[in-house]
């Protein structure tokens, strides 16, 4: 149910601000009520939704300024990863860092913007469990929800052809690869940034 609802944020299926009703949910989804309330109180936590007092709980709006600060600590955050990770990286992770970038591009092909937004992150989960940094990647995952949401509706905008986006991680992969911290962070944050 977590999953269903969330992609209809994502997609815009449900908008910003739309009162989501647990029992209309329930009736959409084919599920429990109880099932539908637990997936909005995880959907807050993720920040997709807010819950207001007497009113109920509303999907949030994503603002320019909510964007720059989570990606100003996405890069922060990443950068440490990234340096670490290239004194870590084993050929194998190098390897299906490769094959998610493989994944994404197929997904660009395809169109289909949430698959790439998925394969995306799961390519910088993958960085950060590369730096062999655990508390790194439990500051990283929370900020992924918020950032796929902000990267579907950015993407389409910046990306017109989605394959496109798949080769931006590409010089990443290199700079792990050659051992090189300090160009890794560089590389990094251009990407992100």
């Known amino acids: ?11 815009g299926i449900v908008g910003p601000d739309t009162r989501l009703v647990e029992l209309e949910l329930a009736g959409q989804v084919g599920t429990s009520q109880a099932s539908v309330r637990e997936a909005i109180q ?11 007092p ?5 999907v949030t709006r994503v603002s320019p300024e909510d964007m720059h600060e ?3 600590i996405r890069v922060a955050i990443e950068r440490v990863a990234a340096r670490r990770a290239a004194t870590r990286i084993t050929p194998e992770a190098a390897a299906e860092l ?37 508390a790194l990647l439990r500051a990283w995952t929370p900020l992924s929800t918020q950032v796929q949401r902000f990267m579907v509706i950015a993407q389409p905008h910046r990306y017109p052809d989605l394959a496109v986006l798949a080769d931006t991680h590409l010089p990443i992969v290199d700079v792990l ?3 090189e911290p300090e160009a890794a962070m ?3 944050s251009a990407h992100i940034e």
């Open 1 to 11: 149910v977590y999953q269903q609802m969330r992609a209809m944020i994502l997609t």
């Open 98 to 134: 490769r094959a998610v970038v493989d994944r994404m591009r197929a997904a660009g092909h395809a169109r289909d913007l949430v698959a790439v937004t998925e394969q995306d992150l799961d390519f910088h989960r993958r960085v950060c469990l590369a730096a062999d940094h655990p």
């Open 42 to 52: 995880r959907l807050e936590r993720d920040g997709f939704v807010e819950r207001r």
């Open 177 to 179: 690869e050659r051992g």
């Open 186 to 188: 560089a590389v990094v």
């Open 70 to 72: 989570v990606l100003e």
């Open 54 to 58: 007497r009113l109920g709980s509303f």
